[in-house]
């Protein structure tokens, strides 16, 4: 696998999955209908701010992605955020994991002191496991911060990591 700044030519392939992703609505707080041009430019950050993909061994198949940035802006832009979409097609594979891990470096390299999530469901076990072996714990959860179509209104975490 390898990972390395996203393309416009990149977001064919992501365009599906991420749509499958919040069309979902369990695991992300974007409207379930986004549409495509909204989302582009939701997920396609300009840099200081990276977008990246993760793909197979050839180049030719995205695994998964995700965007980074900085949380805040002015006196709070020294903490990074991310967030990550892995092809269902894909899981298992450790491709969450290696796109978190790039996330890490490219904001350690970046000069940021910490990297927060601002809003992880806390249904979604498979990321809040992966990020607390990764060294970020939970805050804070804002109860009932997110209507999960299955399980009604569940708790949103905030996850920090310092760098």
Not at 93 to 104: P, Q, T, W
Not at 124 to 144: Q, R
Request: charged share 20%.
């Amino acid at each position: 696998m390898l990972i390395r700044e996203a393309t416009d030519e990149d977001w064919p392939a992501i365009w599906p999955f991420f749509h499958g992703i919040v069309a979902a609505g369990d695991t992300f707080t974007y409207p379930t209908d986004l549409g495509e041009h909204d989302a582009r430019d939701w997920w396609l950050l300009p840099p200081p701010n990276r977008t990246a993909v993760a793909v197979d061994d050839d180049g030719r198949t995205v695994l998964g992605t995700a965007k980074m940035n900085a949380n805040h802006l002015g006196n709070g832009a020294h903490i990074a955020s991310a967030s990550y979409m892995v092809d269902p097609a894909h899981t298992g594979r450790g491709v969450g994991r290696a796109l978190c891990e790039y996330s890490l470096e490219w904001a350690r390299t970046a000069g940021f002191r910490a990297m927060q999530f601002n809003a992880v469901v806390e249904t979604n076990t498979h990321a809040v496991k992966l990020y607390e072996s990764l060294g970020f714990t939970v805050l804070g959860t804002l109860p009932e911060g997110f209507r999960h179509p299955v399980h009604g209104y569940v708790g949103l975490h905030i996850m920090h990591r310092a760098l």
